[in-house]
């Protein structure tokens, strides 16, 4: 294989109790990312179209995920990537983990496999500096394993994808501001109370029992964000309207999508999430914000191969 051509989607992090540690893989919406072998070797970013961001690979999360993987792997070419944005930077679903998982994903493809999905996660996570400051691997960790995933220890390379319902559909509003990952994590205290504490384990251990178990009144309960939320939840135009009027329209749960501003209404079932999805708009509707809106069924299988040569 010389070429590969591939879609990667967009995810939602944290889902309300699982800060840097729980995400989905959504569908439809996504990059598309085009790796091919070059003899010279390295990797370079040949094209951005979509959304403009640095072609510089130490800036850029494609360009530093590639670079860990290479690292670790012998080759004897190297590769140039172009990237087609279709996830906005800076909108809260997972934007960069689609370039950086995608990538990582592609270049491994085009090298025969060597890797796990394990260790691309943790490749790919390392992308994440670039946009967040930080590593973390709730997003790419969905991308990469599809549905919803569950970071143990990124360091120990420990990730798990969990069991779910299949009717979940996520509505999701993408106010048009953006946020910056890092400056969103800029804001958040470093210090939590025991009780906080307390209370967000037990949501986060509820909600992964009641993912598996198919119990949708406990994963209602449980989509709670005793920690996050409230100190981040200041930067998103009317979003404690939004996530009430969400829940009386019969959502399990609404809460911030990763670092913001995109908001997600978690549903059971396509009709729910059309009726959800019209209360969302009203909202911004009514103070005449623009917006996006997107649903999506819980996509299983993360990155998918559009063609190869
Ligand atoms: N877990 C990350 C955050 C996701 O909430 O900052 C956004 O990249």
């Given at each position: 294989m010389k070429e590969i051509r591939i879609f990667s989607p967009a995810s939602i992090a944290n889902l309300s109790c699982g800060y840097d540690i729980l995400g989905v893989c959504l569908d439809k919406i996504g990059d598309e990312i085009t790796v091919r072998k070059t003899t010279k070797r390295g990797i370079s970013i040949k094209k951005i179209t979509g959304y403009e961001l640095s072609n510089d690979i130490s800036l850029n999360v494609a360009g530093l995920a590639a670079s860990a993987l290479l690292k670790n792997v012998k080759v004897n070419c190297g590769f140039e990537i172009d990237i087609h944005k279709g996830i906005k930077p800076g909108s809260g679903i997972g934007s960069s983990a689609a370039s950086s998982a995608g990538t990582v994903y592609a270049i491994n493809k085009l090298i025969?496999?060597?890797?796990s999905d394990n260790q691309l996660i943790y490749f790919a996570s390392k992308g994440e500096i670039a946009s967040s400051g930080t590593i973390h691997a709730d997003n790419v960790s969905a991308v990469l394993m599809g549905g919803f995933t569950f970071v143990r220890n990124s360091s120990e390379k420990d990730f798990i994808k969990l069991d779910y319902p299949n009717d979940l559909v996520f509505s999701i509003i993408h106010p048009k501001i953006e946020i910056k990952t890092k400056d969103s994590r800029s804001i958040i205290k470093n210090q939590v109370s025991l009780n906080d504490m307390i209370q967000q384990s037990a949501n986060l251990g509820a909600l992964v029992h009641a993912l598996n178990k198919k119990d949708y009144e406990l994963i209602e309960r449980s989509l709670d964000d005793r920690i996050i939320e409230p100190v981040r939840s200041i930067l998103i135009p009317k979003f404690s309207e939004i996530k009430s009027s969400s829940i009386e329209a019969g959502a399990l749960g609404c809460g911030i999508s990763g670092s913001g501003p995109s908001v997600f209404s978690l549903c059971r079932g396509m009709d729910q999430a059309k009726i959800v999805s019209k209360v969302m708009k009203k909202v911004y509707d009514k103070i005449k914000l623009d917006y996006e809106i997107h649903l999506s069924k819980v996509n299983d299988k993360g990155i998918k191969i559009i063609d190869f040569s």
């Open positions: 025969g496999e060597p890797l």
